[in-house]
């Protein structure tokens, strides 16, 4: 597997010669500053081998739909960290589909549609969000998704986990992760003692309501909400 880490001119980023036609591993890091934040994200749909790409630490505040309007048909591995990004399109990652793993981390967008991530989501094993600013995710957002076994929404201010939204992936996880949100362990919750779940992990802590702070998530759902 071939490895290039690149910190390229924020003018002309990608502006390889023709060997990195046949790179399977790209990474673009610290390579812009906010006065060179990039508006318009060159098409990398000739890299036909590309697999993993990761562009972090890029002070990126916006994904636009037009970036990954032609993906490279390989990519099953994108992160986008700790870039500062504030807004995505509404379609920012729609033509991704085969992609195994999305790590957004370490970003302050605050809000997420299911029409952002992978129109066919039937790759998608890994879907990281933590360090961001969610205080709820849509209902629809894990739809489509048979193959999620690692979701991480920590360090966001979710109080609650609402059942549309998380019951059809819940069975099918192997860890999830919750720690560093304010969750209300309260009657809105209490679907999850009744959805049989395979995951090995499951990581959060109650901030409420009175009786059960401090109260972890896999506490609460293994006993029923009782105190232990």
Not at 50 to 78: C, K
Not at 129 to 143: G, I, K, Q
Not at 200 to 205: I, K, S
């Amino acid at each position: 597997m071939e490895l290039h880490t690149c910190r390229s001119e924020p003018s002309n980023p990608f502006g390889y010669s023709l060997t990195f036609l046949m790179v399977e591993v790209l990474v673009i890091a610290s390579s812009f500053t906010k006065t060179e934040n990039p508006t318009v994200l060159h098409s990398l749909s000739h890299l036909s081998r590309l697999r993993e790409l990761e562009l972090s630490y890029n002070a990126i505040t916006e994904v636009h739909d037009e970036w990954f309007s032609s993906p490279p048909p390989a990519l099953s591995h994108l992160i986008m960290s700790n870039n500062g990004i504030e807004k995505l399109g509404d379609r920012a990652f729609e033509k991704l589909i085969n992609l195994e793993y999305l790590g957004l981390f370490g970003n302050r967008f605050d809000s997420i549609k299911r029409s952002m991530l992978p129109k066919q989501g039937d790759r998608l094993e890994y879907l990281k969000l933590e360090n961001n600013a969610f205080t709820s995710v849509p209902d629809d957002l894990f739809t489509n998704m048979p193959a999620l076994k690692v979701l991480s929404i920590r360090i966001n201010k979710i109080a609650r986990l609402q059942e549309q939204a998380f019951k059809p992936i819940w069975s099918q996880l192997d860890v999830f992760d919750a720690r560093g949100n304010p969750l209300e362990c309260d009657s809105t919750m209490e679907w999850l003692f009744h959805v049989k779940t395979e995951a090995a992990v499951v990581l959060g802590t109650c901030e409420g309501p009175l009786g059960r702070e401090g109260m972890e998530l896999h506490d609460f759902i293994e006993s029923k909400g009782q105190l232990i």
